[in-house]
């Protein structure tokens, strides 16, 4: 198992900037990639960024450039920066993190942390 706790999240008027912190517990040897997503409300949950184990990143097209996607393995966290906020943003951000074992994929969610982007 693992547990996953999310931080950093708040208001902040457009144009500003937060960062989010995930950190993990439990079984962590073993996950291979850590993600953020988003669920703003009446909106399906959509992929914010992705960092994998070897170190690689991916992004939403409609973050690239604005969003940093970053990790501490010693501390076991992994950070989402965001710049340039817009108010379309506004919604619950969720941190997941995919283990593989023997072939088999899990997936642990965070409970989310809410991020509000005034206008």
């Known amino acids: 198992q693992v547990q996953l706790v999310e931080s950093g999240g708040g208001l902040v008027q457009a144009g500003g900037s937060l960062r989010l912190s995930c950190a993990a517990s439990g079984t962590i040897f073993d996950i291979n990639a850590r993600s953020w997503y988003r669920q703003a409300p009446g909106k399906q949950r959509e992929l914010v960024a992705t960092?994998?184990?070897?170190?690689?990143?991916n992004y939403a097209d409609s973050v690239k450039g604005r969003f940093t996607i970053s990790r501490d393995n010693a501390k076991n966290t992994v950070y989402l920066q965001m710049n340039s906020l817009k108010p379309e943003e506004t919604a619950v951000y969720y941190c997941?993190?995919?283990?593989?074992?023997?072939?088999?994929?899990?997936?642990?969610w965070g409970r989310g942390t809410q991020v509000t982007v005034s206008s």
């Open positions: 997941k993190v995919r283990r593989t074992t023997l072939g088999v994929d899990y997936d642990y």
């Open positions: 960092i994998t184990s070897g170190g690689s990143t």
